[in-house]
């Protein structure tokens, strides 16, 4: 069982910064890949990025390469997205999620552990 918490969403201008954490319990965080998710209103869940148990393979949307960059620590227990050059479309609820196995996937049904989520909202 892992259970993962959110942390680091808010507001921020258009063209800003934030920094996303994912604290994770349990102590075999590295046999996990890991994944960032978000969800804007009206709109489905969509994959944002993953990072492999290791933290050597990453995978990013095409919407936020070269903006957004997913890292972890596992020494921490905790993944990071840094999002860099905000937009308004960047605007939703952001999800860390977990599955057993190291390999990093942006398919939404292998993740067995979501956190609670935390809010991004990018104002133009």
């Known amino acids: 069982q892992v259970q993962l918490v959110e942390s680091g969403g808010g507001l921020v201008q258009a063209g800003g910064s934030l920094r996303l954490s994912c604290a994770a319990s349990g102590r075999t965080f590295s046999s996990y890949a890991m994944g960032w998710f978000r969800q804007a209103p009206g709109k489905e869940r969509e994959f944002v990025a993953a990072?492999?148990?290791?933290?050597?393979?990453?995978v990013h949307a095409d919407s936020v390469k070269g903006r957004f960059t997913i890292s972890r620590d596992n020494a921490k227990n905790t993944v990071y997205l840094q999002m860099n050059s905000l937009k308004p479309e960047d605007t939703a609820v952001y999800y860390c999620?977990?599955?057993?196995?190291?390999?990093?996937?942006?398919?939404?049904?292998?993740?067995?552990?979501w956190g609670q989520g935390t809010q991004v909202t990018v104002s133009s």
């Open positions: 990072i492999s148990g290791g933290g050597g393979s990453t």
């Open positions: 999620a977990a599955r057993y196995g190291g390999v990093a996937t942006m398919i939404e049904p292998l993740y067995a552990y």
